[in-house]
């Protein structure tokens, strides 16, 4: 058989409950909706750390944030960036013979302003230039930025300083990128496609996919709150209705546009005549609470924010249909590579061909964790003496339950607390049930799991584990 092609789409801030098909958000989404009856998918995929660039570092490594260097977005005011010693799938992929490439937000580089308050390449806030050379972890063609959300007016660099200014919706135009691309291939190829929207600002998305829906006809979701919306680490605010309702109307607005963009990736393949011989996967790097629980983003441990749609089509190999097992962040490398007969260096990921060709349960469960990350709150911790790597909160996510030991972001000792959620008995979350030890098998195997976890990568919390 000849080496499969590999298209990875990848959105920010796109939840599992966001495409219609799942009757949760009332999107409208006919291209993820048919693609999942196409596919093989999972309602267990799990963003192991909700924030992009740890997602980012783990999805391409197979390793945890700790061991990636990367534990917080990589931003201003800390030295955080991909350890780029650590071999990617992209590496894996050349060794291969493939052709790599990718496209759209990458948010792995230290941002250029942590360098040089003037930046050749004109680079603000958390953006950055990422030169040819190592730090593009083997991806041959390259048509990215570091991070920035200006979506109708996007910016991207090639192989030089000099920025590429574009009007135009960033979606549309990287899938102008990518159809290119694939249009070009005489070899196999992989390309990563990554796809900010439908990442705030919500209000930043055409209009014509803004009046497919009427904020005053949408329903919310049961858990939300319209007294206390805000970050889960930031003082909340109120927030009327109405904003709420103009929120979520333009964040669906935006997943329907990704969806149009990604009918057209599909139909370039058939027009080609490569779709039976290319794996598409489409995925996300975490999900957005829009107001369930009374927060906004992400970094927090409800599904919300953790569970991302995770779909793999290629025809010719692996049989459509919804497998149950849970697969995290670090899975997806390992997976793929397997999958594509592509030898890799041992990872922390787990290998889910297997579990993806038959169908069946994969991983038991899946380690979930964020740490404080704020620069001016990660100074408080040093100025105290307190390594805010042991705070935040760690926790493990089965097909039923997700266990919970929080420490909070907060510079002060205090005592770990530990809770659970049944996810079939209490889906939306709202009833978090108190962990004690020996009161149940599963839970306390749960419990054994996320101890392996914190041991396994180093992680300073496990001291705080009880």
Same mark, same amino acid.
């Given at each position: 058989?000849?080496?499969?092609?590999?298209?990875?789409?990848?959105?920010?801030?796109?939840?599992?409950?966001?495409?219609?098909?799942?009757?949760?958000?009332?999107?409208?989404?006919?291209?993820?909706?048919?693609?999942?009856?196409?596919?093989?998918?999972?309602?267990?995929?799990?963003?192991?750390?909700?924030?992009?660039?740890?997602?980012?570092?783990?999805?391409?490594?197979?390793?945890?944030?700790?061991?990636?260097?990367?534990?917080?977005?990589?931003?201003?005011?800390?030295?955080?960036?991909?350890?780029?010693?650590?071999?990617?799938?992209?590496?894996?992929?050349?060794?291969?013979?493939?052709?790599?490439?990718?496209?759209?937000?990458?948010?792995?580089?230290?941002?250029?302003?942590?360098?040089?308050?003037?930046?050749?390449?004109?680079?603000?806030?958390?953006?950055?230039?990422?030169?040819?050379?190592?730090?593009?972890?083997?991806?041959?063609?390259?048509?990215?930025?570091?991070?920035?959300?200006?979506?109708?007016?996007?910016?991207?660099?090639?192989?030089?300083?000099?920025?590429?200014?574009?009007?135009?919706?960033?979606?549309?135009?990287?899938?102008?990128?990518?159809?290119?691309?694939?249009?070009?291939?005489?070899?196999?190829?992989?390309?990563?496609?990554?796809?900010?929207?439908?990442?705030?600002?919500?209000?930043?998305?055409?209009?014509?996919?803004?009046?497919?829906?009427?904020?005053?006809?949408?329903?919310?979701?049961?858990?939300?709150?319209?007294?206390?919306?805000?970050?889960?680490?930031?003082?909340?605010?109120?927030?009327?209705?109405?904003?709420?309702?103009?929120?979520?109307?333009?964040?669906?607005?935006?997943?329907?546009?990704?969806?149009?963009?990604?009918?057209?990736?599909?139909?370039?393949?058939?027009?080609?005549?490569?779709?039976?011989?290319?794996?598409?996967?489409?995925?996300?790097?975490?999900?957005?609470?829009?107001?369930?629980?009374?927060?906004?983003?992400?970094?927090?441990?409800?599904?919300?924010?953790?569970?991302?749609?995770?779909?793999?089509?290629?025809?010719?190999?692996?049989?459509?249909?919804?497998?149950?097992?849970?697969?995290?962040?670090?899975?997806?490398?390992?997976?793929?590579?397997?999958?594509?007969?592509?030898?890799?260096?041992? /990872? +922390?990921? #787990?290998?889910?061909?297997? $579990?993806?060709? *038959?169908?069946?349960?994969?991983?038991? =469960?899946?380690?979930?964790?964020?740490?404080?990350?704020?620069?001016?709150?990660?100074?408080?911790?040093?100025?105290?003496?307190?390594?805010?790597?042991?705070?935040?909160?760690?926790?493990?996510?089965?097909?039923?339950?997700?266990?919970?030991?929080?420490?909070?972001?907060?510079?002060?000792?205090?005592?770990?607390?530990?809770?659970?959620?049944?996810?079939?008995?209490?889906?939306?979350? /709202? +009833?978090? #049930?108190?962990?004690?030890? $020996?009161?149940? *098998?599963?839970?306390?195997?749960?419990? =054994?799991?996320?101890?392996?976890?914190?041991?396994?990568?180093?992680?300073?919390?496990?001291?705080?584990?009880?």
């Amino acid at each position: 058989m000849k080496q499969p092609n590999l298209i990875y789409i990848f959105a920010d801030q796109w939840r599992r409950h966001a495409i219609s098909s799942y009757n949760q958000d009332p999107v409208i989404t006919p291209n993820f909706d048919e693609f999942i009856r196409e596919s093989a998918h999972t309602k267990h995929a799990i963003s192991c750390c909700p924030l992009c660039s740890p997602h980012r570092s783990s999805l391409l490594t197979g390793r945890y944030p700790l061991e990636t260097g990367v534990w917080t977005n990589c931003k201003v005011g800390l030295d955080v960036e991909l350890d780029t010693s650590i071999k990617s799938i992209a590496d894996y992929l050349n060794d291969a013979g493939y052709k790599t490439g990718y496209i759209g937000k990458w948010h792995l580089d230290l941002p250029e302003l942590n360098k040089s308050p003037v930046p050749l390449s004109g680079a603000q806030g958390w953006d950055a230039f990422t030169p040819p050379g190592r730090g593009r972890m083997g991806f041959e063609y390259w048509y990215s930025y570091g991070a920035m959300d200006n979506h109708l007016s996007p910016h991207y660099w090639e192989d030089s300083h000099e920025k590429i200014h574009i009007n135009q919706w960033s979606p549309q135009h990287e899938t102008d990128k990518a159809i290119d691309f694939i249009h070009r291939q005489k070899s196999p190829f992989a390309l990563f496609v990554s796809w900010n929207p439908p990442h705030n600002p919500y209000d930043v998305v055409p209009d014509k996919y803004r009046s497919l829906y009427d904020k005053d006809k949408i329903k919310l979701r049961d858990n939300v709150l319209y007294n206390s919306i805000g970050h889960h680490t930031d003082p909340k605010e109120a927030t009327s209705q109405d904003e709420l309702l103009t929120m979520t109307r333009d964040y669906y607005a935006a997943v329907t546009g990704i969806d149009e963009q990604f009918g057209r990736i599909l139909s370039t393949l058939e027009v080609l005549d490569i779709d039976e011989n290319t794996i598409v996967v489409v995925s996300s790097d975490h999900g957005d609470m829009m107001g369930s629980h009374g927060l906004i983003g992400k970094h927090v441990w409800y599904e919300e924010a953790i569970n991302i749609p995770w779909m793999i089509r290629w025809p010719c190999k692996i049989n459509p249909g919804e497998f149950s097992g849970v697969i995290n962040s670090v899975d997806q490398m390992p997976t793929l590579l397997s999958l594509m007969d592509v030898p890799f260096d041992p /990872v +922390s990921g #787990m290998d889910c061909s297997d $579990n993806l060709l *038959e169908l069946s349960p994969s991983r038991h =469960s899946a380690f979930i964790h964020a740490y404080p990350g704020r620069a001016a709150v990660v100074k408080s911790f040093k100025e105290k003496g307190l390594n805010n790597l042991s705070y935040g909160w760690r926790g493990v996510r089965n097909q039923r339950y997700t266990l919970v030991a929080d420490r909070g972001y907060k510079p002060v000792e205090v005592k770990t607390e530990y809770f659970y959620y049944d996810l079939i008995s209490d889906p939306l979350q /709202v +009833s978090p #049930m108190k962990y004690q030890k $020996n009161e149940s *098998e599963i839970l306390d195997e749960m419990y =054994s799991e996320l101890m392996s976890y914190l041991e396994s990568t180093n992680d300073p919390f496990v001291v705080h584990m009880s």
